[in-house]
């Protein structure tokens, strides 16, 4: 259970008793962590500590029993958020590693940073390592085309530009993004759902743009806040749809190996699997 989003949950809700003393919202907390008062205290104190809620004095003075645990305008803006929620980073991460499985771990690991440096409010370091993480995907996405263009010929043609440009380490990422734009336009229409979609490599290379120009050198490029939040709020769509991709191509190249060979009696196999 992804706790502090239940939290943020509970005092989005109308009718909570958020009061500050132990009987009350932290005893509800309590329960959510398994019974222990002092994980409860450090879930609130750490939300605290990361501007998500706050202790409103309610006009009590001294007495601190009916201080009231309140969303900060951050603190509403996760409870209120969808899915991929950056104000939210244990539930983005939960939501992560449950809808991509087979995410990168390099990727996931580097995501995690991003959601940490945007919650400090550093956002260019934030996009940054979201776009090594992007970098990280794309790469593994380029490796499994390669592969399956050189192993199954009904996809038509082959990706030698496209493995010269990874091999090569003087090559930007740019170069390389555009060599499988390339490799990948003539087989979109035969792409499953909707993988082929353009709008998802748009979106990757935009991000990669943010950190480097298209000779490989850091742009200086400055990054607000609305601009890291959106940042991350896509990534985690078209990751999941080049994970997915990377799968796609890995599994008809498994399958071209596995398939028996004509000489063998067997007509050629064309598989177009779904992923």
Not at 69 to 93: I, Q
């Amino acid at each position: 259970m992804d706790v502090r989003s239940e939290v943020l949950k509970l005092l989005a809700s109308p009718g909570i008793d958020a009061r500050f003393a132990q009987s009350y919202l932290p005893s509800t907390v309590r329960t959510l962590v398994g019974g222990s008062m002092t994980k409860a205290w450090e879930v609130l104190w750490g939300m605290t500590a990361d501007g998500l809620i706050y202790l409103d004095p309610n006009g009590q003075g001294s007495s601190t029993d009916n201080w009231r645990w309140r969303l900060s305008e951050r603190g509403r803006a996760a409870a209120t958020g969808g899915p991929w929620e950056p104000y939210d980073p244990e539930g983005y991460l939960t939501r992560l590693r449950h809808q991509i499985p087979g995410l990168d771990p390099v990727a996931l690991r580097y995501v995690q940073e991003a959601l940490g440096a945007f919650n400090a409010r550093c956002f260019l370091a934030s996009s940054v390592m979201l776009g090594v993480a992007s970098e990280q995907v794309f790469i593994g996405l380029a490796n499994s085309v390669v592969a399956a263009f050189d192993s199954v010929p009904e996809l038509g043609g082959t990706a030698d530009k496209l493995k010269q440009a990874l091999n090569n380490p003087k090559q930007s990422q740019h170069t390389r993004f555009l060599e499988l734009r390339k490799r990948l336009e003539p087989v979109r229409p035969k792409l499953p759902d909707d993988l082929g979609d353009n709008l998802t490599m748009d979106a990757v290379a935009d991000l990669l743009r943010v950190t480097r120009n298209d000779a490989g050198h850091p742009t200086g490029r400055n990054v607000d806040e609305n601009t890291a939040y959106t940042h991350l709020q896509m990534a985690a769509r078209y990751l999941e749809k080049m994970t997915a991709l990377k799968h796609h191509f890995e599994a008809l190249t498994a399958n071209a190996i596995s398939a028996p060979s004509p000489s063998a009696g067997a007509g050629p196999v064309v598989s177009t699997p779904t992923v």
